[in-house]
């Protein structure tokens, strides 16, 4: 694949229930990495833009989280239904999310 | 964990021995992440510096891939004993190591 403009890295890390730091897999994220998969598809965005599924990315009692370079913009407590604005705005518009990123102090 | 200054992603892919694709798993790739995992506890370079694994960053055949934010540096067929260059020269020098870079027709 080409270099892309925006890589997004989304924590589908997966730990036991009831394990005390929690994880994105066990928070879903593997419904918001599935519905970037769709979008992307739908939307023609493979080359320009990427995805990828990844480990542990941090904070993991705010997953799940989506991690967007090259900027190194960290949005925590993601949904599949804030997937569009992620795309619409950060990818295709050059704007971070403001309301879905982590506070400055987990990740700044 | 704070935002780092260079953000490694190590695919960890894997696929069935005989994939016509390959994956960077079958070539060796945890052998890697282990590796750069080890290096950031001995130097204690966790917090400044952060390293992931990570599902396929494309190109497969050419793996072990190794790819560093935010300058978006493909590194291929990296082996464990290319991660202290890595390490020496583009994390903590801030120079990617060109002898390790993908073509710039695959990555570019």
């Not at 994880?23 to 599935?34: D, K, R, T």
């Not at 518009?93 to 102090?105: H, Q, S």
Request: glycine share 14%; aromatic share 8%; net charge positive.
């Amino acid at each position: 694949m080409a270099k892309p403009k925006k890589h997004v890295f989304v924590c589908t890390q997966s730990r036991p229930p009831g394990h005390p730091r929690g994880s994105c897999g066990g928070n879903g994220s593997m419904a918001v990495f599935q519905e970037f998969l769709q979008q992307f598809e739908k939307r023609g965005l493979w080359g320009r833009y990427a995805v990828t599924g990844s480990g542990c990315i941090g904070p993991c009692g705010n997953g799940p989280s989506v991690l967007v370079y090259p900027e190194g913009v960290m949005y925590g407590a993601v949904s599949k239904e804030d997937v569009a604005a992620i795309i619409d705005e950060h990818l295709l518009g050059d704007k971070p999310v403001e309301r879905l990123k982590v506070p400055a102090e987990v990740w700044g």
